[in-house]
């Protein structure tokens, strides 16, 4: 694969996460003050991972370069890391929600 087919897909992947962010956060808002204080840390480790996901992306698509597997690798982690925080989140909202929430 090479780094503008990589930062394509990413970047596809990038705008589904944005608006997986969006929807938890309507769904925070439906919360009690208690509870969004509870898991305000991890929206806003969400958050970060997506700005820090694009800005590395964003850098591979500018300068190119021929040995890119470190940033991928980076990237990938963090994929993984949002992805695990993003459950995690959710599946407190789902404890803490007096009506189940869908995910």
């Known amino acids: 694969m090479d780094v503008m087919d990589y930062c394509k897909g990413m970047?596809?992947?990038?705008?589904?996460?944005?608006?997986?962010?969006?929807?938890?956060?309507?769904?925070?808002?439906?919360?009690?003050?208690?509870?969004?204080?509870?898991?305000?840390?991890?929206?806003?480790?969400?958050?970060?991972?997506v700005t820090e996901m694009s800005d590395r992306i964003e850098q591979l698509r500018n300068e190119c370069p021929t040995e890119w597997s470190p940033q991928k690798k980076d990237i990938d982690e963090a994929h993984v890391d949002m992805r695990g925080k993003y459950e995690e989140t959710l599946e407190y909202i789902g404890k803490a929600a007096p009506v189940s929430i869908p995910g």
């Open 11 to 49: 970047e596809m992947e990038l705008t589904a996460w944005k608006a997986k962010l969006y929807d938890l956060s309507r769904k925070v808002d439906k919360l009690g003050s208690a509870e969004k204080e509870k898991i305000l840390a991890n929206v806003e480790d969400l958050h970060m991972f």
